[in-house]
T-cell receptor
Framework: AQSVTQLGSHVSVSEGALVLLRCNYS??????LFWYVQYPNQGLQLLLKYTSAATLVKGINGFEAEFKKSETSFHLTKPSAHMSDAAEYFC??????????????FGKGITLSVRP | KAGVTQTPRYLIKTRGQQVTLSCSPI?????VSWYQQTPGQGLQFLFEYFSETQRNKGNFPGRFSGRQFSNSRSEMNVSTLELGDSALYLC??????????????FGQGTRLTVV
């Protein structure tokens, strides 16, 4: 079974500082990986996705993530945090095989706070 | 292009009642999945419908059911509501290319409170 681990439940950074949110996955074969963001009382918005093409993936709002098979990681980064980045972030995994890849398995989520 | 639309946004129900939630996917998306989000359990997959058939199912009791119509709209039903069913229910739609789903696009969710 696939799983995702997001270490820590809360990260706090200063505005302008580097954002690093960690995600490690467990899967017998390289899966598809995603980062989603959720603002209060909202649904999930896709930030970026890895689907076995380039290992460095660029997403919206200046976020990017690097797939590292050797470390089974897919950490999310942003060079300079903005106040509007404060939200909850979820890493998710889905099988890389037809018919079964509709099921997303999510990590517990990380709340990002940005200090002025 | 309209996004995923979920109705209603908020619901309050009494224990023992049943409830039906609705989801209209993005035009052209034939796969609809449902997720339950709670503070304790996080985001959990309920089930997925594709071409009016349930294709994948999560580990939820039979009180949770769904269906999909020919226009790809989907409904989710929960019978005999329990307090623990209080959650944000999220619907996601995906385009299916070949037999693979593309990324999931989520609606804003329905907040269900059971009292």
């Amino acid at each position: 079974a696939q799983s995702v681990t997001q270490l820590g439940s809360h990260v706090s950074v200063s505005e302008g500082a580097l954002v690093l949110l960690r995600c490690n996955y467990s899967s017998s074969v390289p899966p598809y990986l995603f980062w989603y963001v959720q603002y209060p009382n909202q649904g999930l918005q896709l930030l970026l996705k890895y689907t076995s093409a380039a290992t460095l993936v660029k997403g919206i709002n200046g976020f990017e993530a690097e797939f590292k098979k050797s470390e089974t990681s897919f950490h999310l980064t942003k060079p300079s945090a903005h106040m509007s980045d404060a939200a909850e972030y979820f890493c998710a995994v889905t099988p890389n095989n037809p018919g079964a890849n509709s099921k997303l398995t999510f990590g517990k989520g990380i709340t990002l706070s940005v200090r002025p | 292009k309209a996004g995923v639309t979920q109705t209603p946004r908020y619901l309050i129900k009494t224990r023992g009642q049943q409830v039906t939630l609705s989801c209209s996917p993005i035009s052209g998306h034939r796969s609809v999945s449902w997720y339950q989000q709670t503070p304790g359990q996080g985001l959990q997959f309920l089930f997925e419908y594709f071409s009016e058939t349930q294709r994948n199912k999560g580990n939820f009791p039979g009180r949770f059911s769904g269906r999909q119509f020919s226009n790809s709209r989907s409904e989710m039903n929960v019978s005999t509501l329990e307090l623990g069913d209080s959650a944000l229910y999220l619907c996601a739609s995906s385009l299916v290319q070949g037999s693979m789903n593309t990324e999931a696009f989520f609606g804003q969710g329905t907040r269900l409170t059971v009292v």
